[in-house]
């Protein structure tokens, strides 16, 4: 059985129907299975990372399973994340695909790489058979970046490989539904890396716009388009940008091609496809 986790979001449903419309056994644990119907999936069990005894009722032992990363503030994660693998590795299955992210080190300037790498860590210690599988910035918090026109923020001239959330999907279902992906880690890039003054341009010249980009380093005027809780995610998205000023996610791979067989899409497309959403930032 293949169980996959967040399967009402973005990665793990485009993973989910993938997986379901090819025919293989799929379980989804979700936190809310209205929001999942519409995958058709046979087996959906409703849990939380935070409650292991209905995450550990969902695993069995030789299950492959997508553990999709929280987005919560790093103590939450790992608090999180480790009851998780504590179960997984309870329950003994034969694979553990984690969604991690590019250049997760203990000493990255990314808050959410710290966070990730500590997760890598957990799971290597619990003996669990792993599959590491770190993307990219998502293309579709691209437009998130500009307010008004502008981004500004500390980026300096450092690139970003803007990747496609449907793309992480298929290669999620790639490392599950075929074998040998055990004990490697792959990166999930798009298939060029651009500056934010690269990506204004790219808007720009598809779209008519005239978005632009500002290297300054001014924490209130900092964007909180997009986050969840902007008082205690700030300070991760200011992290975010030193770690594209630093270098750490320009990394370009063909990791996507690997795991799914189809090419990363680059970020022209995600513009032309959600025109709207770029048009509103050059208000």
């Known amino acids: 059985m293949i169980v996959i986790t967040g399967a009402t979001g973005h990665v793990g449903g485009e993973a989910a129907r993938l997986l379901i419309e090819s025919g293989v056994e799929v379980k989804l644990l979700v936190r809310d299975a209205k929001r999942a119907a519409h995958l058709g999936a046979a087996h959906v069990v409703e849990g939380d990372f935070a409650d ?42 034969a694979q553990l695909a984690y969604l991690s992210f590019v250049n997760a080190a203990t000493d990255a300037v990314f ?7 500590e997760t890598e860590d957990m799971i290597r210690a619990s003996g669990v058979p792993f599959t590491f599988l770190r993307t990219s910035l998502y293309q579709g918090s691209a437009h998130h970046m500009f307010d008004q026109g502008l981004c500004a923020a500390p980026g300096g001239n450092g690139a970003a490989s803007w990747v496609s959330r449907r793309d ?3 290669a999620v279902a790639g490392a599950l539904r075929t074998s040998g992906h055990e004990g490697q880690t792959y990166n999930l890039t798009g298939p060029e890396a651009l500056t934010f003054g690269q990506t204004a341009d790219r808007v720009n010249s598809l779209l008519g716009t005239h978005l632009a980009y500002e290297d300054v380093d001014d924490f209130d005027r900092l964007l909180t388009k997009g986050l969840p809780d902007p008082v205690a995610m700030k300070e991760s998205r200011r992290s975010c940008f030193y770690s594209i000023r630093a270098d750490e996610m320009s990394l370009v791979t063909d990791d996507i091609r690997t795991l799914s067989g189809v090419a990363a899409a680059p970020l022209d497309r995600h513009i032309l496809n959600y025109r709207e959403q770029f048009l509103a930032c050059d208000k």
Not at 69 to 86: C, G, I, M, P, Q
């Open 52 to 93: 292991p005894q209905r995450v550990a009722d969902a695993l069995n032992p030789g299950d492959r399973v997508f553990m999709v990363s929280l987005y919560e503030t790093h103590d939450e994660r790992l608090r999180k994340h480790s009851a998780f693998v504590e179960a997984a590795g309870q329950a003994d299955v």
């Open 168 to 170: 992480i999907g298929a």
């Open 111 to 117: 808050i959410h790489s710290v966070s990730h790498a």
